[in-house]
């Protein structure tokens, strides 16, 4: 997974992306205050949806989650990752 240009607009299902990893916050931002816009993400929408068009297993997605935190964002492992890709896991689900 790499990150990507943010969508231009957001489907129901890339708004509920958008609120697991704002709620997952990799790197931080809305955790030490208000103020930082909604769209901090987005960059990883994309590549989350097209990750889950394979349906991974939570390591799978978890283990690509903190990879593209560390590479493309240049920041140590980030805790939660499997947290959040339960939760973008079940977005499929829920989806079908």
């Known amino acids: 997974m790499q990150t990507s240009s943010p969508p ?10 958008r609120a697991v990893l704002n ?3 990799p790197i931080g931002v ?3 205050g208000h ?5 901090e993400y987005d960059d ?3 590549p989350v949806l097209d990750a889950l ?3 991974p ?3 799978h997605l978890a283990a690509e989650l903190r990879e593209v935190v560390e590479h493309d964002y240049g920041l140590p492992t980030p805790m ?3 947290d959040a890709a339960r939760s973008l896991l079940s977005l499929v689900e829920r989806s079908h």
């Not at 607009?9 to 509920?16: E, Q």
């Not at 103020?35 to 769209?39: E, L, R, S, T």
Request: charged share 25%.
């Open 23 to 25: 709620e997952w916050d």
């Open 44 to 46: 990883l929408i994309l």
């Open 57 to 59: 297993s939570v390591d």
């Open 80 to 82: 939660g990752s499997h």
């Open 35 to 39: 103020g930082w816009p909604d769209d």
């Open 8 to 17: 231009r607009s957001l489907t129901p299902v890339a708004l509920r992306v």
């Open 30 to 32: 809305h955790h030490i």
């Open 53 to 55: 068009d394979v349906h």
